[in-house]
């Protein structure tokens, strides 16, 4: 947490990133319950906001949910209550709480309600960049876009007043780029007028069913509607006389502010910033664009707003809209494409062109020395020929490079895809993994689709003991008896191994290959970044090194196992790096040649 001071207490000035300001501004605006299913970009919003809980004694009340879907229904319980009410999430996690949201219009809220949605675009930290604006459309809930941490706390501590007086939640949506990004942020610590907090029966309201789904949803229509016409948040800049009008929002709002400078065209424009950005503020707007001869929408992803001004005022404009024609609708647009793009849309010399263009390459993630999954994914490589195995692979840490699975798409699509395609393929090998999170996401129920349907499949869950990928919150396998519910699921069978005795894991897939029936391996290894008792004793007192007069080069420990702790030196031979090796003693046991020496007497921590 930032959390710096810049002048005195009475002023309030913090140096904030925009995850800490949506923290603050939950706090300043009386928020009493927080709902969440980690991810980045917002994975940073829960701890600041548990660390002020802690220092202000806020008595707010927090929920680390198993999945979206949970999270959105928790939230929208407290809400009915009266409490002011924080659902926060990223773009992929949207999916899984659309079913809920998709209602809660219908119902509309008590107390306040913000959803936060960490986007995406160019899927930094993703499987995916989906552009989820048409979700707003969809839900029919105002959609606000803040361009900065002080716009980022400004919206959240202001955003709950907002959503109490419509009836309706609150949609917020922060890219990476705003998330961690760092500012001055000017707060207004209010004081929280204390609630009763009371659920209030009302059937036409909560029980959407037939045609009281029906009136329900054509009141939130004419709610939206009448927000629309009274509700403008939108900033203008330039003379509103301009021929040309450009409309901006998220990133690309910070991006023209750059590139108005270089391009004369684009100086003297109308320069509309979107803050509110659905329902699309068409009174505000008609006056603004109506005598323009040209408008050019700068948006990342889709081109949400364009498709809604073509489709709302296609009828009240003449001016030529621009957008999507222009600019690239994957990936995250940078101030240098966007500054290409429109420098050879009007002609004028890109200012940067005597400097090379250097294409600036992927620097992607990969285990951590000593992290389990390393061993796991080796035991597994090594008990299924090469050219006869299948992994099926989930999202989250075991993801990551050097990508040992054959697929990675979403959360519990290791055994969700498998278990179709174990039928069609018995002249091969397949097993699936994923994570402890994953499997209490929603990797049980597809267990239990699996038991059911009587595949033949073997199932790895890898337990580091935490959440590990979105900021290492507690994983339910540490308050969960899950080999007891595993059973009482009726998988055929259910065993234990340790990720750091990968030849003990390996023997255990192979024998349960060759049986019928869904058997599920629990390889429990604790995360190297939250080190065990087990793990500090080992980094306190092994110092493991490789013998060159032993070592045959046989690579498997700098290949096969691929521990970033091991390198080559100048004269070509395997070295363990110290500095970075944790100790964990899976290269040891794998090495053939008895090469590598842990250093220590001791082996049975």
């Given amino acids: 947490m930032t959390n710096t001071k810049l002048q005195t207490q009475a002023e309030k000035v913090w140096a904030l990133n925009g995850n800490e300001a949506l923290a603050y501004g939950a706090l300043h605006a009386g928020v009493a319950y927080f709902a969440h299913y980690p991810g980045s970009p917002v994975n940073g919003i829960e701890p600041v906001l548990k660390q002020l809980n802690t220092q202000h004694a806020a008595q707010i009340t927090f929920n680390d949910a198993l999945n979206e879907h949970v999270a959105a229904c928790a939230a929208m319980g407290a809400s009915m209550t009266g409490a002011r009410t924080m659902l926060v999430m990223k773009h992929v996690g949207l999916n899984i709480a659309a079913d809920p949201l998709n209602y809660v219009g219908y119902a509309g809220i008590k107390g306040g309600m913000l959803i936060v949605v960490g986007t995406d675009p160019g899927a930094n930290s993703s499987t995916g960049e989906e552009d989820v604006h048409w979700y707003a459309k969809q839900f029919n809930l105002p959609l606000f876009e803040p361009t900065s941490p002080q716009a980022l706390y400004d919206c959240c501590r202001d955003g709950f007043a907002l959503s109490e007086e ?35 029966k009302d059937r ?37 006389n301009a021929p040309l009008a450009v409309i901006t929002r998220g990133n690309t709002t910070l991006h023209f502010a750059e590139i108005q400078t270089y391009i004369p065209q684009l100086a003297n424009c109308t320069w509309i910033q979107l803050n509110g950005v659905y329902p699309l503020p068409t009174a505000a707007l008609l006056p603004l664009l109506q005598d323009k001869t040209e408008i050019i929408v700068m948006e990342d992803q889709d081109g949400f707003v364009e498709y809604l001004l073509k489709m709302e005022m296609y009828n009240v404009l003449s001016a030529k809209i621009q957008g999507k024609n ?3 609708a994957y990936g995250e647009l940078r101030i240098n494409e966007l ?36 061993g796991s994914y080796f035991a597994i490589e090594q008990a299924l020929p090469e050219q006869e195995r299948i992994i099926g692979g989930d999202i989250g840490c075991s993801s990551l490079p050097p990508f040992r699975a054959d697929w990675l798409l979403c959360m519990n699509a290791g055994i969700g895809l498998a278990q179709g395609m174990a039928p069609f393929v018995s002249s091969q090998k397949l097993v699936s993994t994923g994570g402890d999170g994953s499997f209490f996401h929603g990797g049980l129920l597809a267990v239990l689709n699996a038991v059911q349907n009587k595949v033949n499949l073997v199932h790895l869950v890898f337990d580091n003991k935490s959440v590990a990928m979105t900021g290492h919150q507690a994983s339910a396998s540490t308050q969960v008896a899950y080999a007891d519910l595993l059973r009482s699921l009726g998988v055929a069978s259910f065993a234990e191994a340790s990720a750091f005795h ?4 390996e023997a255990l897939v192979r024998e349960k290959e060759q049986l019928e029936g869904v058997h599920v391996i629990w390889v429990s290894g604790a995360c190297a970044q939250i080190p065990d008792a087990r793990s500090n004793f080992r980094r306190a007192n092994y110092a493991p090194q490789i013998d060159a007069s032993k070592c045959a080069s046989c690579t498997l420990c700098y290949e096969a196992l691929a521990c970033p702790a091991i390198d080559q030196n100048d004269l070509g031979q395997f070295q363990i790096d110290l ?4 100790r964990c003693g899976v290269c040891h046991e794998i090495c053939p040649n008895d090469a590598i020496d842990l250093g220590a007497k ?4």
């Avoid at 500095?579 to 944790?582: P, V």
């Fill in 166 to 200: 419509l009836g309706l939640p609150i949609l917020i949506f922060v890219t990476g780029l705003i998330c961690h990004q760092s500012t001055r942020v000017q707060t207004h610590e209010i004081t929280p007028v204390k609630r009763a907090y009371y659920f209030e």
């Fill in 204 to 240: 036409d309201r909560y029980i959407n069913v037939g045609q009281r789904a029906v009136q329900n949803h054509r009141l939130l229509l004419e709610k939206m509607a009448v927000y629309a016409q009274t509700h403008a948040f939108l900033k203008v800049d330039g003379p509103t």
């Fill in 326 to 328: 222009l600019f690239p």
């Fill in 339 to 374: 500054l290409e793009i429109l420098c050879a849309y009007f002609g004028v010399a890109y200012p940067f062109a005597g400097l090379p263009s250097l294409p600036i390459p992927e620097r992607l993630g990969t285990f951590c020395e000593g992290c389990p999954h390393t």
């Fill in 502 to 505: 990968p030849k003990e894991l």
């Fill in 579 to 582: 500095s970075r090796c944790m």
């Fill in 602 to 605: 001791n082996l049975q921590a």
